[in-house]
T-cell receptor, first 111, second 116 residues
Framework: DAKTTQPTSMDCAEGRAANLPCNHS???????VYWYRQIHSQGPQYIIH???NNETNEMASLIITEDRKSSTLILPHATLRDTAVYYC????????????FGQGTELSVKP | GAVVSQHPSWVICKSGTSVKIECRSL??????MFWYRQFPKKSLMLMAT?????????EQGVEKDKFLINHASLTLSTLTVTSAHPEDSSFYIC????????????FGQGTRLTVV
């Protein structure tokens, strides 16, 4: 599976958009980009995934560059409850639960 | 999505004893379950893949005799930490793969194990 690189930490003001970048330059053609987050002392939570097109759901938007070597997760109006570690993971479709987690980005949403 | 329940949420045990952690898929049959462990301030590390009715597949470096996995039904997998030692203290998390949801993983809330 391709490796991902994310900033260690980021801050975001409450109510503003949080843009979390992820580099995955070795992604292969059949690999998806998945985003999960983990609030402190809880199990991870699925956010969104995509292959090549941009995706949006009720939680977030995922922007994938045309060359697919990087992506950005956007939380449009961050709240204090969005404070968590966000993981960008690359893997094949039907990956299910076998996920290889990197170090993730610790997002702190501040009032 | 699928609801995954882990029990217990936390446990403290004495060194040398064994501890069993349960992972249940409450509303879907889980064809496969996964077990992870997480040390403080670290990321999740996949320990093993558990398939119903067959032996678990362990990741490199994980002792199968130390971490016994039983996947007795499509809704229950158990992880038993045998002869636990303080270095086994960690956050253990399970996830399930549900046939109806091809790409999403559903995680339990985790079990905090402290060995004293």
């Amino acid at each position: 599976d391709a490796k991902t690189t994310q900033p260690t930490s980021m801050d975001c003001a409450e109510g503003r958009a949080a843009n979390l970048p992820c580099n995955h330059s070795t992604i292969s053609g059949n690999e998806y980009v998945y985003w999960y987050r983990q609030i402190h002392s809880q199990g991870p939570q699925y956010i969104i995934h995509g292959l090549k097109n941009n995706e949006t759901n009720e939680m977030a938007s995922l922007i994938i560059t045309e060359d697919r070597k990087s992506s950005t997760l956007i939380l449009p109006h961050a709240t204090l409850r969005d404070t968590a570690v966000y993981y960008c993971i690359v893997g094949r479709d039907n990956q299910g639960g076998k996920l290889i987690f990197g170090q993730g980005t610790e997002l702190s949403v501040k009032p | 999505g699928a609801v995954v329940s882990q029990h217990p949420s936390w446990v403290i045990c004495k060194s040398g004893t064994s501890v069993k952690i349960e992972c249940r898929s409450l509303d879907f049959q889980a064809t496969t379950m996964f077990w992870y462990r997480q040390f403080p301030k670290k990321s999740l590390m996949l320990m093993a893949t558990s398939n119903e009715g067959s032996k678990a597949t362990y990741e490199q470096g994980v002792e199968k005799d130390k971490f016994l996995i039983n996947h007795a039904s499509l809704t229950l997998s158990t992880l038993t930490v045998t002869s636990a030692h303080p270095e086994d203290s960690s956050f253990y998390i399970c996830s399930v793969k549900v046939r109806a949801f091809r790409t999403e993983a559903f995680f339990g809330q985790g079990t905090r194990l402290t060995v004293v």
